[in-house]
């Protein structure tokens, strides 16, 4: 379900048709559903309860390195959440989800890009990062905008490439973009893999997500609409 306006300005409910949405066909299949609380909080006391905020402290970042193992064998990777994020105010992206080496070499990065015209200045955008072939999008569409949107990216191993499709509130951003594959970059038993920031030199975190992130989910196949 989508939320929308209705023609008085209340909220009304529009269903999306399950070969339209790769969440909605996965859902069906396994006969799963999920809702997200829109409006005032005070009417909806469990609006956003379970979202976890994170800031440019980088105070607040999730390490989930067992992944590593799904990233650099898997074929087909999905990688969906829901995310609210100010606006950026800086040159740094922030990240949503990267993989890193143990020493803070980068791998990938799934992120919102800040104000660096590195590869491109497209900043509030999503944004892939690859060591070695640099920052890729799909649109110029802005998520900095303090509201929720669900983002995601499905990747896809493609003999010795990779294709990685982006996707916002449902919609797939353009092309599928092209990238090398997890399974020749990935370190299964060393490199870090992260929510919410990524790792220079030393490693050190940087480049940290500053809003809410809620309902993240890994999925290892490759979502379809």
């Known amino acids: 379900l989508l939320h929308r306006d209705g023609p008085y300005k209340y909220p009304t409910w529009k269903q999306i048709r399950t070969q339209e949405h790769p969440i909605a066909r996965f859902h069906r299949k396994q006969n799963t559903f999920s ?11 469990n609006f956003n309860q379970s979202a976890l905020q994170f800031d440019f402290s980088g105070a607040r970042r ?3 390195d067992k992944v590593r193992e799904i990233l650099g064998v898997e074929k087909e990777i999905s990688v969906f959440t829901w995310i609210k994020h100010p606006q950026t105010p800086h040159d740094n992206s922030h990240v949503i989800f990267a993989a890193n080496t143990s020493a803070g070499g980068n791998r990938f990065q799934f992120a ?7 590869t491109y200045t497209a900043t509030g955008s999503l944004g892939f990062y690859q060591s070695g072939v640099g920052w890729k999008k799909s649109s110029y569409d802005r998520v900095d905008d303090n509201d929720w949107h669900h983002v995601g990216f499905v990747y896809k191993e493609v003999a010795s490439s990779s294709e990685v499709q982006l996707y916002l509130d449902g919609k797939a951003q353009g092309e ?6 997890f399974s020749s970059t990935i370190n299964t038993s060393t490199d870090f893999v992260t929510i919410g920031a990524e790792y220079d030199s030393g490693p050190t975190a940087s480049d940290f997500f ?5 309902d993240f989910a890994i999925w290892n196949k490759a979502l379809s609409s």
């Open 35 to 45: 809702r997200v609380y829109m409006g005032n909080p005070q009417k909806n006391k």
């Open 62 to 64: 999730l390490r989930l």
């Open 112 to 118: 919102i890009k800040g104000h660096s015209s590195d």
């Open 176 to 181: 599928p973009l092209d990238f090398s594959t």
């Open 210 to 214: 500053n809003g809410q992130m809620a």
